[in-house]
C-alpha cells in the first residue's frame, strides 16, 4: 500500500514539474530564462528515479506484477 502512494507521489510530482515548464515557457518574461531547463531536468530526474525505485520494488518483492488476463 505505501509502495502505491510513493509512485502516485512521484507521478504527481513529475506532471506538476511538467506543467511548470511549460508555464515557464509560454510565460517568457525573461528571454534568456532557464526555468524551463530547470523544471524538465527536475522532471527528467524524478522519472528516472521512479524507474530505479521500481526496478528495486520488483527485484526486493515489494511489488508483486499481477496478470494482464486471468486466461494466462
Avoid at 6 to 29: C, D, E, K, N, P
Avoid at 33 to 42: E, G, I
Avoid at 46 to 71: C, D, E, M, W, Y
Wanted: charged share 10%.
Amino acid at each position: 500500500m505505501i509502495t502505491r502512494i510513493i509512485v502516485i507521489l512521484f507521478m504527481m510530482a513529475i506532471v506538476a514539474s511538467l506543467g511548470s515548464a511549460l508555464y515557464s515557457m509560454l510565460r517568457r518574461q525573461e528571454p534568456r530564462s532557464t526555468r524551463t531547463v530547470k523544471a524538465l531536468t527536475f522532471r527528467i530526474g524524478l522519472s528516472l528515479l521512479l524507474f530505479v525505485l521500481l526496478i528495486l520494488g520488483f527485484a526486493f518483492g515489494l511489488l508483486n506484477p499481477h496478470p494482464i488476463s486471468p486466461n494466462f
